[in-house]
């Protein structure tokens, strides 16, 4: 396993479209997160999951966005109606345990035109 | 609530110098602490991290970080700075009182100069 891989690298929408991505934690974990982050900023918490239950969500995450796991492996994140805000990196992370450090992967570059 | 606070935007230091970078979190509960670096155009990659047991961890690279409860730091540490270290470098802090979010700093940008 080559680590947490993440799909598409790089995707430019225009406004108002709906985009997903796709994310494959490393096979063993059962924990995944979902960043985002802008140009000068650390990564900001979207959402958790604990196999195939979203246990948390932050309140950045809009009702425009909504994440699934559906059967505990891989991630999906949409976005609908996209606004020119919502440009930024979408960062894939999973972990094995609580207290374990989370594998983060290369992430998808949002750019909404 | 849980936050992390990177003082520092940037810090500068010749190469084979001691660096320091600096964190402090607060937390409501005990805390995980982590440090990330992100080098250009690559992801965030795992340094260290502190759950509990000895107040100094080492980690990847030469780094080590100092967990002071009292004063709620986590500096991040390396005795002799290599050019190959300039990176952006990320603080983070779990309290699972809060919820399971790991949540990082702004970030520290890291230049050694030869």
């Known amino acids: 396993d080559t680590g947490v891989s993440q799909d598409p690298r790089h995707k430019i929408t225009k406004r108002g479209q709906n985009v997903t991505f796709r994310c494959d934690p490393i096979s063993e974990h059962n924990r995944l997160y979902w960043y985002r982050q802008t140009l000068g900023q650390g990564p900001e918490f979207l959402t958790y999951?604990?196999?195939?239950?979203?246990?948390?969500k932050s309140r950045l995450l809009s009702d425009r966005f909504s994440a699934e796991r559906p059967k505990g492996s891989f991630s999906t994140l949409e976005i609908q109606r996209t606004e020119q805000g919502d440009s930024a990196m979408y960062l894939c992370a999973s972990s094995l345990e609580s207290f374990a450090e989370a594998f983060f992967g290369q992430g998808t570059r949002l750019t909404v035109v | 609530a849980q936050s992390v606070a990177q003082p520092e935007d940037q810090v500068n230091v010749a190469e084979g110098n001691p660096l320091t970078v600096k964190c402090t979190y607060s937390?409501?509960?005990?805390?995980?602490l982590f440090w990330y670096v992100q080098y250009p155009n690559r992801g965030l990659q795992f340094l260290l991290k502190?759950?509990?047991?000895?107040?100094l961890v080492k980690g990847s690279y030469g780094f080590e970080a100092e967990f002071n409860k009292s004063q709620t730091s986590f500096h991040l540490k390396k005795p002799s700075a290599l050019v190959s270290d300039s990176a952006l470098y990320f603080c983070?802090?779990?309290?699972?009182?809060?919820?399971?979010?790991?949540?990082f700093g702004k970030g520290t940008s890291l230049l050694v100069t030869p």
């Open positions: 983070a802090v779990r309290d699972l009182n809060s919820g399971y979010a790991l949540n």
């Open positions: 502190y759950i509990t047991g000895d107040n």
């Open positions: 937390v409501s509960g005990n805390p995980y």
């Open positions: 999951f604990q196999n195939e239950a979203q246990l948390e």
